[in-house]
């Protein structure tokens, strides 16, 4: 199951109008404020702060709806939510193009792994559609119909920028196609004798890619080989980077993509969910640091699980923007993040079946008018004194945190009664 999912806890299937919604970890009623004034407070913030808007047949918003005061000296803009909504892909095409317009964005992180990434680029400068279909069928977790296209959107969309305006995307999640893996580490090999220190292990990628082509079963001597990649690294540094020159970052991520696949996979299982978030924000962050320092400066925008965007701590859990935006990193105050909330919308996450879902932080949200086909956006990024009794409510356990809305995100979208993406 996958981690948003999780905190969404979605609710069955029915028809809408026998809907019984489900406002999940919604209420102010854990203490602190009688419920008159804490709704009479949330009420007045909502009409001062809340305005609708569209995208339009471009993907383009109706009107901006990030003031450049609020970004300017932003690096790293942040989406967060929930899977397998077709709204989602209409709104991240449309803050791409708001946010390469506005601030210039350079790279887009993907929650996917860096080699998915590299084909995706490869995709990008090709418009191969034959790669295109191999990307998005990978049999462990399959693109949506709604992908696929979003990716074709973006390949047209690139193809109107200039050279140096051109859109990279990077991936910051774990490696499940073996096979691809093996491939490109052995493409990159160069044409010269590898240092003795680590020549065995070079000469051995060469046997198992050749024994993948014969044999897929032979796939589970993958982790084998990458676990004794990493070791061997860890004492042969120096020759590796040496050897692979530019391309050494790409050997040691695909690598460690693979052995943390099978150290995440085992905590899924093995561990508490806390565990298993923790280890997988981290590994995001890491892979981050490793390609944001082999790659030119640019800034960054990213479409993720709710769940990592998120800029402080939450249920014990640090999140891939909660580690980007701790005092001692370099993107401290320079990340923003925007979450999705739904009101009564379909999902369907990686071939489950279409569900109906409400998900919302505030009950206060659900009254909000709001027409078929329009969106909401709340800031929670103003500088005024009412923004502080605005606490932040903790999904995992629908406890009211004792820190504003502003210290987790800067503005949060509603998103009307959009379908689920299609397979």
């Keep these: 199951m996958d981690m948003v999912e999780i905190a969404c806890k979605i609710m069955e299937k029915k028809m809408y109008k026998k809907l019984m919604i489900m406002v999940m970890i919604l209420s102010f009623c854990f203490g602190g404020c009688s419920n008159s004034s804490i709704e009479y407070m949330m009420d007045d913030y909502l009409s001062k702060h809340t305005q609708s808007f569209e995208i339009d047949k471009n993907e383009q918003f109706s009107h901006d709806i990030l003031e450049s005061s609020d970004v300017k000296n932003i690096e790293i803009f942040l989406t967060g939510e929930c899977h397998g909504i077709k709204a989602n892909y209409a709104l991240k095409m449309a803050f791409l193009k708001h946010l390469k317009k506005q601030v210039k964005i350079r790279y887009l992180i993907e929650e996917t792994s860096f080699l998915t990434s590299y084909y995706i680029n490869q995709y990008l400068q090709s418009g191969d559609e034959k790669l295109l279909n191999e990307i998005v069928y990978m049999p ?116 460690k993509n693979i052995v943390d696949l099978n150290r995440i996979d085992k905590l899924s299982t093995s561990a508490s969910r806390m565990d298993f978030l923790k280890a997988r924000d981290q590994m995001f962050y890491d892979n981050f640091r490793i390609l944001e320092n082999n790659l030119p400066y640019g800034r960054y925008y990213g479409q993720l699980g709710n769940v990592h965007v998120f800029q402080d701590d939450l249920n014990g859990v640090k999140s891939f923007a909660t580690l980007l935006n701790q005092p001692e990193s370099k993107y401290h105050n320079k990340i923003y993040s925007v979450v999705y909330n739904y009101k009564y919308c379909q999902f369907d996450s990686n071939k489950s079946g279409s569900q109906d879902i409400t998900y919302l932080y505030f009950e206060d949200l659900l009254g909000l008018k709001q027409k078929e086909g329009d969106f909401l956006i709340v800031d929670f990024n103003e500088e005024t004194s009412d923004n502080e009794f605005i606490p932040m409510i903790n999904i995992f356990t629908g406890e009211k945190l004792n820190k504003p809305v502003s210290d987790y995100f800067q503005q949060l979208v509603i998103i009307n009664k959009s379908k689920a993406v299609e397979y």
Aim: glycine letters at 2%; proline letters at 3%.
């Design 140 to 255: 462990r977790v399959p693109y949506s119909k709604d992908a696929k296209e979003y990716f074709k959107k973006l390949y047209e969309y690139n193809k109107t920028l200039d050279a140096q305006d051109k859109l990279t995307v990077i991936g910051i999640d774990y490696e499940s196609n073996f096979y691809r893996a093996v491939k490109l580490m052995a493409d990159i090999i160069p044409n010269t004798e590898p240092p003795e220190k680590i020549k065995e292990i070079v000469c051995e990628l060469i046997a198992l890619k050749e024994s993948l082509e014969t044999s897929f079963t032979n796939k589970y001597k993958v982790k084998e080989y990458s676990e004794r990649v990493i070791e061997s690294i860890s004492k042969n540094r120096a020759e590796y980077k040496e050897y692979f020159g530019d391309n050494f970052y790409i050997f040691e991520l695909v690598n």
